[in-house]
């Protein structure tokens, strides 16, 4: 339900997201580039100890899926003309065109899931990005005290899987914060690692 009326929403004229630009970034801070590549293999390694998903699923269409991203972090998926890279992957990823196919494939296929981390890791680094160098009241990501990681968190996975979570899955997402944050040292790559995996958690992208 919390998707149908984001897509509603969306539909209907709400304003649009905050173009997927590259602001610039401070001195400590590496290209965007690199660092969802850094991300990655600390997400995999902490996936196990994440919240498990809800059970029996369904993936979200593809136009709810990006209207749901831009929702969560404020940031579209788009190219370097300003248009939604989801429009280009829609005849891939199984959207009725109506001539040839009249049903959506909604199977969460590794095809699927590859675009659905392409997507996470652009999103979220950019979000992130601007998130650090904005005052509270601006963030579209980040939505809380940044000195208080477990209220961000608790804050993202509310918005992201629509439920509120307890202290042992609030510590499963800390720790993999905790755990880019030791190995690289930047609050860009470890709000970013976190973001990307609430994003590749099913239940962000099903219902």
């Given at each position: 339900?919390?998707?149908?009326?984001?897509?509603?929403?969306a539909?209907?004229?709400?304003?649009a997201?905050?173009?997927?630009?590259?602001?610039?970034l401070?001195q400590?801070?590496?290209?965007?580039?690199?660092?969802?590549?850094e991300?990655?293999?600390?997400?995999t390694r902490?996936?196990?100890?994440?919240?498990?998903?809800?059970r029996?699923?369904r993936?979200?269409?593809?136009?709810?899926?990006?209207?749901?991203?831009?929702?969560?972090?404020g940031?579209?998926?788009?190219d370097?003309?300003?248009?939604?890279?989801?429009?280009?992957?829609r005849?891939?990823?199984?959207?009725?065109?109506?001539?040839?196919?009249?049903?959506?494939?909604?199977?969460?296929?590794?095809?699927?899931?590859?675009?659905?981390?392409?997507?996470?890791?652009?999103?979220?680094?950019?979000?992130?990005?601007?998130?650090l160098?904005?005052?509270?009241?601006q963030?579209?990501?980040?939505?809380?005290?940044?000195?208080?990681p477990?209220?961000?968190?608790?804050?993202?996975?509310?918005r992201?899987?629509?439920r509120?979570l307890?202290?042992?899955?609030?510590?499963?997402?800390r720790?993999?914060?905790?755990?880019?944050?030791?190995?690289d040292?930047?609050a860009?790559q470890?709000?970013?690692a976190?973001?990307?995996?609430?994003i590749?958690?099913?239940?962000f992208?099903?219902?």
């Amino acid at each position: 339900m919390r998707r149908v009326l984001l897509l509603t929403a969306a539909l209907a004229g709400c304003p649009a997201a905050a173009p997927m630009t590259e602001p610039p970034l401070p001195q400590k801070h590496p290209p965007l580039a690199s660092v969802v590549d850094e991300v990655t293999a600390t997400i995999t390694r902490h996936a196990s100890a994440l919240p498990a998903p809800g059970r029996d699923r369904r993936r979200v269409d593809l136009d709810a899926l990006a209207a749901i991203i831009e929702d969560f972090t404020g940031t579209a998926w788009i190219d370097g003309d300003g248009v939604s890279r989801w429009d280009s992957l829609r005849a891939t990823l199984g959207v009725p065109d109506y001539l040839e196919r009249t049903n959506e494939d909604l199977g969460a296929a590794p095809l699927f899931l590859k675009y659905l981390d392409d997507a996470a890791r652009a999103v979220c680094a950019a979000a992130v990005s601007a998130d650090l160098s904005a005052s509270l009241p601006q963030r579209k990501l980040l939505r809380g005290p940044l000195e208080a990681p477990d209220v961000v968190i608790a804050d993202m996975a509310l918005r992201a899987h629509g439920r509120k979570l307890g202290a042992a899955d609030i510590a499963a997402w800390r720790q993999l914060y905790d755990a880019v944050l030791a190995s690289d040292g930047a609050a860009l790559q470890a709000w970013t690692a976190v973001c990307v995996a609430m994003i590749r958690h099913p239940d962000f992208y099903s219902h």
